[in-house]
C-alpha cells in the first residue's frame, strides 16, 4: 500500500560480493556463490533480482524487459 516515492519504500543493498565460477564435481552445473547485505528487501526479492539478471546475460531476457519490470 505504499508508493514507490515514499521514504520508507525504499531498499537499500549495503553490500554485494560475487565469488569465482565453479562447476560442481557430481552434476557438472556451473554455480556461482553471491552474496548480498541488504535492508528490508522482501522475501524471495534478491533471488529473483539475480534471477533476472542472469536471464539478460544468458540472452533470455532483455533490457527493455527490465525497464518494464521497473514500471
Known amino acids: 500500500g505504499k508508493e514507490a516515492s515514499e521514504a520508507n519504500a525504499k531498499r537499500y543493498i549495503i553490500g554485494f560480493e560475487c565469488g569465482e565460477p565453479f562447476v560442481a564435481e557430481t552434476t ?13 528487501f522482501l522475501l524471495n526479492q534478491i533471488r529473483k533480482m539475480i534471477h533476472f539478471a542472469v536471464e539478460i546475460a544468458r540472452g533470455g531476457a532483455t533490457i527493455d524487459q527490465l525497464n518494464i519490470a521497473f514500471t
Open 28 to 40: 557438472g552445473v556451473e554455480y556461482v556463490l553471491i552474496s548480498v547485505l541488504g535492508q528490508s
